[in-house]
């Protein structure tokens, strides 16, 4: 089975600074997809940013980048200019690209608490 | 907004009760997942759903089952609840397609007091 590790449970960041979140995880397959979510005090699960295991370029969107490590299974997102509503749980999730007949859920790692202070 | 639709927002219920949680998926989506997220705990699968038909199940207690409608809406029901289900439940949607991200509902917050 797929696991999903995230080992910072908290971390903080001056408003306008850079942070990276840090995510690892372990499977068997080559073909799936890994995914970050937002979960801001609202409790909204919301969808960061996608990285497709296949694809050797790395995800960006706007102020959000990630950096995918195939070989040591690893997939960071890092924040640049860090702001106010950046402050949120951040989770890392695995999905299977179930060609093999697997299920498509999602595996969440246990996610990071990001303070970003003013 | 994602375009999943939960209902209803908050429950309160008492031990030993039933509820049934209600999802709406995004327009064109025939996969459901369901979640529960316990306080300060990340995200566990219980169960999803694909046209109507059960495709896998993670977690979930005997208590619980869920199905899917024609209208591919999809009930999660609760019974004999105890203490330990206080939760916020939410519901997803995608294509079936590995790449296509699941969109999330607000969530259901479950209290069994």
């Known amino acids: 089975a797929q696991t999903v590790t995230q080992s910072q449970p908290e971390m903080s960041v001056q408003e306008a600074e850079t942070v990276t979140l840090s995510c690892t995880y372990d499977t068997s397959e080559s073909d799936y997809y890994l995914f970050w979510y937002k979960q801001p005090p609202s409790r909204q699960m919301i969808l960061v940013i996608r990285?497709?295991?296949?694809?050797?370029q790395n995800a960006t969107e706007n102020r959000f980048s990630v950096n995918f490590q195939k070989a040591a299974k690893s997939f960071s997102l890092k924040i640049s200019d860090s702001q106010l509503g950046d402050a949120a749980m951040y989770f890392c999730?695995?999905?299977?690209?179930?060609?093999?007949?697997?299920?498509?859920?999602?595996?969440f790692g246990k996610g990071t608490k990001l303070t970003v202070n003013p | 907004d994602s375009g999943v639709t939960q209902t209803p927002k908050h429950l309160i219920t008492a031990t030993g009760q039933r509820v049934t949680l209600r999802c709406s998926p995004r327009?064109?989506?025939?996969?459901v997942y369901w979640y529960q997220q316990s306080l300060d705990q990340g995200l566990q699968f219980l169960i999803q759903y694909y046209n109507g038909e059960e495709r896998a199940k993670g977690n979930i207690l005997e208590r619980f089952s869920a199905q899917q409608f024609p209208d591919l809406h999809s009930e999660l029901n609760l019974s004999s609840l105890e203490l330990g289900d206080s939760a916020l439940y939410f519901c997803a949607s995608s294509a079936l397609t590995g790449g296509s991200p699941l969109h999330f509902g607000n969530g259901t917050r479950l209290t069994v007091t």
């Open positions: 327009s064109g989506d025939l996969s």
């Open positions: 990285q497709e295991a296949y694809k050797q």
């Open positions: 999730a695995y999905r299977s690209a179930g060609r093999q007949g697997g299920s498509e859920k999602l595996v």
